[in-house]
């Protein structure tokens, strides 16, 4: 199970561009915790400002991966939530051709 996630979320990582492939890498890290909880609740916290320009839901999920790392409640969510999209949306998780 927890090796499904891995790969899921090694798959999400991978249809990033390669500079924020780095970034993620990082802030997957356990060192980086001091560095991720506090991105990831500003990003759900500016997700609630949906309607203003720039700001908008995607970083609703994307807080909660961040999050998903420190917060088990919140890794079961994204794990039920990346294992529907791999059973649903296969293509969302193939690495583009590059």
């Keep these: 199970m927890a090796d499904d996630a ?3 979320m090694n798959l999400l990582i991978d249809r990033l561009p390669a500079s924020v492939q780095k970034a993620a890498q990082w802030l997957r890290q356990p060192s980086s915790r001091w560095v991720r909880i506090p991105i990831g609740i500003l990003l759900i916290v500016a997700s609630l ?3 203003l320009p ?4 995607w970083m609703l999920p994307l807080g909660m991966i961040l999050l998903a790392e420190d917060v088990p409640l919140s890794k079961r969510l994204v794990d039920r939530l990346l294992a529907w999209v791999e059973r649903r949306h296969p293509a969302w998780l193939v690495p583009p051709a590059r």
């Design 6 to 8: 891995e790969r899921r």
């Design 49 to 51: 400002l949906w309607f």
């Design 54 to 57: 720039i700001l908008g839901i």
